[in-house]
């Protein structure tokens, strides 16, 4: 459906001045984008090869601006509706028109609507009907008045108006609905509200003995606008739980007697009289105090607590989301060990040690199971074995999986070493994560249908040290465990960003058309389940596709299949050498005019950067290809088929440091880090138990995002501060000329998120100002999140 049957002009240029403000880009290039995405284009290939168009935006700006276009539209639609509701109601003057048009959010817009959307009969209503408006009114004209004696006069024995108190009290109700309907005022308490705010919390009645490990939470305030995202969500568990109570409050005044400020100023903002609260007010005065009392209290307290809680909620779970998604790109766009025979080890105790072999191509050669622990202890016939295997078909890296029984696998494999030198193996650690998730999938049944589901999961392990993004696709990303509290959040918006990330990734490396699973291929642009199975389906029939324009004769695979896909599918070693780099076919004319100028072969150019040096851009344009997709294309001559993913590195662990009794504070180790928090970074040092390093110990200086500094899966060094054996903890630093033992607060130590935990950050029993640098790695922040990752 094209813009113009979607939005009206009005509604569309109004969508795409507000995307030009708020992601600072020129309307023309929202434009492009918006005409590209209502074309069924992608984000990826929109952003490499749609240059001209978009003005060069790159996919997280295109990300960010898709998500907005959907609340634009979503709120544009709301806008007419309510537009259309009131019309019919006649009730829509041109004042109220002009708030409806300007309204930016849908909270805006819906306060607007509120006195006009049908609603059950309530008190006001019941008050309206007796008469009692013109009450309510004549009080508020009258300066002077004592609103007892005016309310004399507007009894009605059949509406039950018997006496003046219950006169004045629908008076109120109806002052009440129409304030608490005031949409000004509405934003003007929210803001309030959410600045000067605090969130408190405290043990739920009887919970103190089970509600254990949200005892940090027990007696906690803290301002709403400076709580960060992993606190809302401890707390929001704890509440869900029913081990914490929350409400939404100023901080407690010590004197009773004085009016809430919320009641104040609702008086003040609606400019009742300056001598509503004063110690000794006029009948009228008193009684429009009670009037705001009452519109707090009754009306606006319960609905905005609800709407902080709510905002606090979506924002803490767009920042976890943020943080998921980060370290989900890290963890996909690690270093890939390449096209290398791979020994997979799934370390077991009782279960014995799954093995699984694969060879350059990821094939699976030979499977294995050893027992060299108890209860067998067959560790000389185990060694045996994997030099048996690993001699047959040319082994040249060992995966371990991270798990249990990891380190003494570990120790296994540098006995193997140790007796079979002449094997020149290279043993690497690998997170397992996710793994048994594929093991038990309908996808690895499908892939392995002859393996047990054991042994799956030692396949999965050496294919990704092989080439991590091929093998993790294959796993549904929220198994991956990269995240924080990520069950509590909204599941829908999770796995949207997640998706988006994996799609990313995946696109940005390419993909080779003729060796690349279901899974993966299903993650190229323009792709989708079907079609990548029918992609395999042509693969297995006729054999590996020769170029790019046969994918054209896959079922299914159309003409804006193919555009959307085919820049990134790869095929090696093909008719066309192009088709082995991410130039796009529709570019191929651009190439043959860079040929024919320096009078070259493509097979002498690919590759050649000497070739291609003192070529302009700008002499190969046209009306379809500007100066951006020109030198794109000259920087894949020069580098063709490029993989942005790191060098492939290896760390080694400490020997004889398997287990937390083994550590010791000031102990250097190497280390890799697992997963990166908004309060510093768990690192995985080979002792079954991941260890934090606190936001105020990653670096000599100060750090506001851990990002900045550390990524899943970099190799870093380490000094041991800390342990706490018996709680699974452990305090480290990245500062390794700091010697200062790690500071406590309130008796807590320094906590490690183990493998799989989740936690909470302590709080403070009053408010207090959390501008304050955060305690050190040995502090209550530590202990607070020792269960990140569960």
Excluded at 67 to 77: F, G, T
Excluded at 440 to 452: C, N, V, Y
Excluded at 683 to 701: E, N, P, R, Y
Aim: proline share 5%.
């Amino acid at each position: 459906m094209s813009i113009a049957e979607n939005l009206s002009a009005t509604a569309l240029t109004r969508i795409i001045n507000q995307l030009a403000s708020e992601l600072s880009i020129r309307p023309n290039q929202i434009q492009a984008v918006i005409e590209l995405l209502d074309d069924g284009s992608t984000i990826p290939f929109i952003a490499r090869y749609r240059k001209e168009a978009t003005g060069g935006l790159d996919d997280t700006v295109l990300r960010n601006l898709d998500v907005r276009l959907i609340y634009l539209r979503d709120l544009e639609e709301r806008r007419a509706t309510i537009l259309a509701s009131i019309t019919e109601q006649d009730k829509l003057t041109p004042e109220l028109g002009v708030l409806i048009d300007q309204a930016d959010t849908k909270q805006r817009l819906e306060d607007l609507y509120a006195p006009f959307k049908p609603k059950r009969r309530t008190r006001a209503q019941i008050a309206r009907e007796a008469g009692l408006e013109p009450l309510a009114d004549a009080i508020l004209a009258d300066l002077a008045c004592d609103p007892v004696a005016i309310a004399a006069s507007y009894l009605n024995a059949e509406a039950n108006i018997i006496d003046a108190k219950t006169a004045l009290d629908g008076a109120r109700d109806i002052l009440a609905e129409r304030y608490a309907e005031n949409a000004d005022l509405l934003e003007d308490m929210r803001m309030h509200l959410w600045s000067t705010g605090y969130l408190y919390s405290k043990v739920a009645e009887g919970k103190e003995v089970e509600g254990e490990n949200f005892r940090d939470w027990f007696d906690f305030n803290e301002p709403l606008s400076t709580l960060p995202s992993h606190r809302i969500l401890a707390l929001l568990r704890g509440r869900q739980q029913g081990m914490l109570e929350l409400r939404i409050g100023l901080e407690a005044s010590l004197d009773a007697l004085v009016p809430h400020p919320c009641v104040v100023r609702i008086g003040q903002f609606l400019k009742l009289g300056k001598d509503l609260f004063e110690l000794s007010p006029s009948p009228r005065a008193k009684w429009l105090a009670d009037v705001c009392r009452w519109t707090w209290r009754v009306k606006l307290l319960t609905s905005l607590e609800s709407e902080m809680v709510t905002r606090l909620r979506e924002t803490a779970e767009a920042e976890a989301v943020r943080v998921f998604a980060a370290n989900l790109k890290d963890l996909l766009l690690a270093a890939p060990a390449g096209p290398k025979a791979v020994l997979g080890l799934d370390p077991g105790i009782r279960t014995g040690v799954k093995v699984a072999a694969i060879d350059k191509t990821g094939k699976v050669v030979e499977t294995h199971t050893v027992y060299p622990f108890e209860p067998r202890r067959d560790r000389e016939g185990s060694i045996a074995i994997l030099a048996g295997i690993a001699r047959k078909h040319q082994i040249e890296l060992v995966a371990i999986g991270n798990g249990t029984a990891s380190r003494e696998t570990e120790k296994l494999v540098g006995d193997l070493m140790a007796a079979h030198p002449d094997l020149k193996l290279t043993r690497v650690v690998v997170s397992e994560a996710g793994a048994s998730v594929y093991s038990a999938s309908e996808l690895a049944a499908l892939e392995f249908p002859e393996l047990d589901v054991s042994l799956r999961g030692a396949v999965s392990i050496a294919r990704r040290l092989q080439d991590p993004l091929a093998e993790l696709v294959k796993i549904d990303p929220k198994a991956i465990g990269v995240g924080q509290y990520q069950h509590d959040l909204n599941q829908r918006e999770l796995a949207k960003s997640l998706d988006a990330v994996v799609e990313d990734c995946v696109n940005g490396v390419g993909v080779d058309v003729n060796t690349a699973s279901v899974a993966l291929l299903a993650r190229v642009s323009g792709l989708n389940s079907t079609l990548a199975k029918n992609i395999v389906t042509r693969r297995d029939e006729k054999g590996a596709f020769q170029n790019r324009r046969q994918l054209l004769e896959v079922s299914r695979f159309g003409e804006k299949a193919f555009e959307q896909a085919a820049g990134f599918l790869r095929i090696a070693n093909g008719d066309n050498p192009l088709d082995a780099s991410s130039v796009h076919p529709e570019a191929y004319p651009v190439v043959e005019r860079i040929l024919k100028k320096i009078a070259a072969d493509v097979k002498e150019v690919l590759g050649h950067r000497e070739k291609l040096q003192g070529l302009s851009p700008s002499e190969f344009t046209d009306e379809k290809f500007g100066v951006p997709t020109v030198r794109d294309i000259l920087n894949e001559l020069e580098k063709p088929g490029r993989d942005p993913r790191p060098e492939f590195k290896t760390a080694t662990f400490k020997e004889g440091v398997e287990t937390l009794k083994d550590l010791m504070p000031g102990m250097i180790l190497e280390g890799v880090v697992t997963n990166v928090a908004n309060f510093g970074a768990f690192v995985d040092i080979g002792v079954h138990q991941d260890g934090l390093v606190h936001i105020s110990a990653l670096a000599d200086k100060f750090v506001s995002d851990p990002r900045d500094v550390v990524r899943v899966g970099q190799m870093v060094k380490v000094r041991v501060q800390e342990v706490d054996v018996a709680r699974k903890r452990v305090a480290l630093t990245m500062r390794l000329s700091d010697d200062t033992p790690p500071a406590r607060l309130g008796g807590s130590v320094v906590s490690a998120g183990g493998k799989g935990a989740s936690g909470a950050r302590p709080g403070a029993g009053k408010p207090r100002s959390m501008n304050q640098a955060e305690p050190a790695a040995g502090g209550a922040m530590a202990a607070a999140f020792a269960k990140l990752k569960r």
